[in-house]
């Protein structure tokens, strides 16, 4: 209500005071009708793409619980898809209650704006959290993936994994906790222009107090944190796949240059008469050999040519066989400890970084109300710039359902292993037939 700040003061005895304060200053950056535009615009684009966010949801929950748990990266985008559910839920019921033809044609035992607070807006807030820091947990074990290869497995255990999975729940509601303790929905009575008595917000006497204290730690320096940690590892992810990338270049063209190279060697004409001096003199030192042979050793000495060329052969190729694994073991040669990751661990980190991309992209403006909030104490819901602050929250809303719902498309742009499964799905869905 634009009207003034209201305040419900719960008494001793739970009898309810209603106390009304004009607005001493109305917010001149946006009026009512702009954020009512806003407000109308952001339930629509939320309401469109809210369907397919939900199914797109439940699908990634399937493909992966499908693919198992043998990788401990499905764990944590299993529950990324299963929190990314509920925030899309709680979106679509928050803007329900804020639109304001839904109050208005419904004979309605409640005031929908205000208890949207309890049942919809923080119950986004929190899920929209755990998504956060869950992308934050994926993106750190992809970051030291790509830079302590060997040493990932040992640091993100699978005990490790499903322990913060479950944790964050629980430790993410615990920043809810003081709000759902110093208010409640009750009944009260509200002023003109709804003029009766609905079920509404209660807030104790302490709620200020309790919130003021909180808030600094629950509503921005958490979210802020979360935040810059996904772009510090994202930043991480992005500049070891670019140096992998430019090291497989520069080591395919040296292959291809030495290639092209020993062809060109190998197509020189050789003049006859070297030809034929070559011969004899290979004869020769054949020859010779044989004799030293057959001299050493009573046994190599009845050894024929054919068998002699045989064993030369032989030690040939173990020769190559021992220089090839010396050239591929990572002890003995430091370059392949540049690049150690299999094609699917670096397609796995290309879509993580992706899908970090986008949380970025989508929760940018989120992260400025929130730091604009540390410079003016006044942009909050009940400050003199209540109206700006309801406006951003909206779309940030948007933004962070859009969020919520594309992620299946990054996982089908970005890895075949969860298209090929996707596909069973279907086929199996359709039936034999």
């Known amino acids: 209500m634009d009207g003034g700040v209201t305040i419900i003061s719960v008494s001793s005895n739970h009898s309810i005071e209603l106390v009304v304060f004009p607005s001493a200053v109305r917010s001149t950056l946006v009026s009512s009708t702009v954020r009512l535009a806003i407000v109308m615009a952001c339930s629509a684009i939320v309401h469109a793409i809210g369907a397919f966010g939900i199914a797109s949801n439940v699908i990634n929950i399937a ?90 497995r040992r640091i993100f255990t699978r005990r490790l994994t499903i322990f913060f999975n479950i944790a964050v729940f629980p430790v993410v509601w615990a920043g809810a906790a003081p709000l759902y ?108 050999n044989e004799h030293e042979l057959s001299h050493s050793s009573p046994d190599l000495g009845k050894t024929k040519v054919g068998s002699v060329s045989k064993v030369s052969k032989s030690t040939l190729v173990a020769t190559k066989t021992l220089t090839n694994t010396t050239d591929t073991d990572p002890v003995n040669k430091g370059f392949n400890n540049v690049n150690p990751l299999s094609n699917k661990e670096r397609r796995l980190v290309v879509m993580v970084s992706g899908v970090a991309a986008i949380f970025i992209t989508c929760y940018t403006p989120l992260v400025i109300q929130l730091t604009a909030r540390i410079i003016e104490p006044e942009l909050s819901s009940t400050g003199r710039y209540r109206a700006l602050n309801a406006s951003t929250g909206t779309i940030g809303v948007m933004l962070g359902c859009i969020n919520a719902s594309i992620n299946a498309l990054v996982y089908w742009r970005m890895s075949s292993n969860y298209r090929a499964t996707l596909r069973k799905l279907l086929a199996a869905c359709r039936g034999p037939n």
């Not at 979106?91 to 304001?100: F, H």
């Not at 709804?194 to 909180?214: E, K, Q």
Request: a positive charge.
């Open 181 to 288: 303790a110093t208010a409640r929905i009750g009944k009260k009575f509200f002023p003109a222009p709804v003029n009766s008595t609905l079920y509404g917000l209660l807030f104790s006497s302490i709620h200020g107090r309790v919130m003021t204290a909180t808030s600094p730690l629950t509503e921005i320096f958490g979210p802020i944190t979360n935040f810059c940690m996904i772009i510090v590892c994202t930043v991480i992810i992005r500049f070891k796949v670019t140096s992998m990338a430019k090291w497989r270049s520069k080591v395919t063209g040296s292959h291809s240059q030495a290639t092209n190279d020993s062809g060109h060697n190998c197509d020189k004409q050789i003049p006859m008469g070297s030809l034929k001096t070559s011969k004899i003199k290979n004869g020769e030192n054949f020859q010779r």
């Open 63 to 152: 493909v992966f619980s499908t693919q198992g748990f043998s990788d401990t990266v499905n764990i944590s985008l299993v529950t990324l898809a299963a929190s990314d559910l509920l925030t899309i839920v709680t979106a679509e019921w928050l803007l329900i209650c804020l639109n304001p033809w839904f109050q208005a044609d419904l004979n309605l035992a409640f005031y929908a704006p205000e208890t949207q607070t309890l049942t919809g807006g923080y119950p986004h807030v929190f899920f929209s959290r755990v998504s956060a820091w869950i992308t934050a947990f994926i993106s750190l074990e992809r970051a030291v993936a790509v830079t302590q290869p060997f040493h990932v």
